[in-house]
C-alpha cells in the first residue's frame, strides 16, 4: 500500500477536517475522501467518525493512524538515510504551481527532447515550504520554487531565476481600467483566490499589510483550490484574482483578461532553482537543471 493513503488518514485526523487535509497535501477534498474509503475497504472498518465536526477518528481509527505515524517515521528515516549513498535513476521534480503550469510544458518539451529514452520521471506541484521540506529529506533531486519568504538555502546549490511577476486580474466587462488602477477599485469585487497558505495568497496579505489594508476589504473572497477554476472564473467576470502573469499570458494576449498593478505594492517575486550538488550527479537531474536554466536564458 502507498504511504500517502496513511499520510492523508494522519493529516485529516490532525487538522479534523477533509478540506484542511486536503490543502495541506495539495489535492481535492474528492481525492482525499476516496484515500480515506480506500483504506476503509482494505481494513474492513470505518475510520472516521463523519457525524460531526471536526472528524475524528474511530476506535480503528485511532489504532490505524497510531501504526501509520511509525510507519511514516521508518519511511522519513529511509529516505534519510539513503541520502548521498548512490544516485537514483530518473529524476523527481517539485515546482510551486505558477511554474507548473506557465513553463513546466516547455521545459519538459525540451527534456524530452535531449533525453527520449528516460522514463522514470515524476514531476509534482507543492507549496514553497513543503518543497523544501521535501528537499531536505532526500524526496525531491530538484524544484523550482517562486517565493516571497527569505527561505535558508545555505545546504543547497540554487540559481536564481527570473522573477516572477504577480498581477491582480480582471475581466473587460467589469470596467477596471488596465493603468491607474486602486486597490479601492479592486475591493468593489469578489477576490478569487487559492487556500491562504498558498504563495500568492502571503504574498497579497504581505503587499495589502505594506499598505495598511487587509484582504477582508473585498466584497466576498472565494477559495478555490484550482488554478483553472480562477481563471474561468476572472474570465466570466465573477471578480479578480491576484496571480502569476505567466499562468494567464494567453488570456492576455487575447484580451479575454487585463492586469492591474497597484501603487505602494511589490509585485515582483523571487524564482529560485534549487537542489543538493550531488544530485546533479544523477544524468537526468543534471540535464533537467540545464534545460530549466536556457530556458529561461536561452
Known amino acids: 500500500m ?62 490505524v493512524v497510531d ?25 523527481v521534480f517539485c515546482c510551486t504551481h505558477a511554474f507548473g503550469i506557465a513553463h513546466l510544458p516547455k521545459v519538459l518539451a525540451d ?23 521535501g528537499l531536505r529529506e532526500n524526496i525531491y533531486d530538484l524544484a523550482v520554487i517562486e517565493h516571497c519568504e527569505c527561505f535558508d538555502f545555505d545546504e543547497f546549490a540554487t540559481y536564481p531565476l527570473p522573477n516572477d511577476e504577480v498581477v491582480f486580474i480582471s475581466s473587460p466587462h467589469l470596467g477596471i481600467g488596465p493603468v491607474d488602477t486602486t486597490i479601492d477599485m479592486l ?32 466584497s466576498h473572497r472565494i477559495i478555490v483550490d484550482d488554478l483553472h477554476l480562477i481563471i474561468n472564473s476572472v474570465v466570466n467576470g465573477s471578480g479578480v484574482a ?3 502573469r ?32 550531488n544530485n546533479c550527479c544523477n544524468p537526468a537531474a543534471k540535464s533537467l537543471r540545464n534545460c530549466i536554466l536556457s530556458y529561461f536564458n536561452p
Open 2 to 63: 502507498e504511504s500517502i493513503y496513511l499520510k492523508t488518514l494522519v493529516e485529516t485526523v490532525a487538522t479534523g477536517s477533509l478540506s484542511k487535509a486536503a490543502d495541506n497535501l495539495c489535492i481535492t477534498p474528492s481525492a482525499a475522501s476516496r484515500r480515506i474509503k480506500f483504506l476503509e475497504d482494505q481494513y474492513g472498518y470505518p475510520l472516521l467518525d463523519r457525524s460531526g465536526s471536526p472528524l475524528v477518528p474511530t476506535a480503528a481509527g485511532k489504532w
Open 67 to 91: 501504526k501509520a505515524l511509525g510507519m511514516l517515521e521508518i519511511e522519513n528515516e529511509l529516505l534519510a538515510g539513503l541520502k548521498g549513498m548512490g544516485q537514483r535513476e530518473g529524476v
Open 111 to 133: 527534456f524530452m527532447l535531449f533525453n527520449p529514452d528516460t522514463s522514470d520521471l515524476k514531476f509534482f506541484f507543492d507549496q514553497p515550504d513543503d518543497i523544501v521540506k
Open 187 to 218: 475591493f468593489e469585487h469578489t477576490l478569487y483566490s487559492r487556500n491562504e497558505g498558498c504563495c500568492a495568497s502571503k504574498f497579497l496579505d504581505m503587499n495589502l499589510k505594506s499598505v495598511g489594508r487587509n484582504s477582508n476589504e473585498f
Open 242 to 244: 491576484f496571480i502569476s
Open 246 to 277: 505567466g499562468v494567464v499570458e494567453k488570456y492576455l494576449a487575447a484580451g479575454t483578461l487585463v492586469y492591474h498593478h497597484i501603487d505602494g505594492f511589490l509585485h515582483a517575486r523571487k524564482r529560485t532553482l534549487v537542489t543538493y550538488e
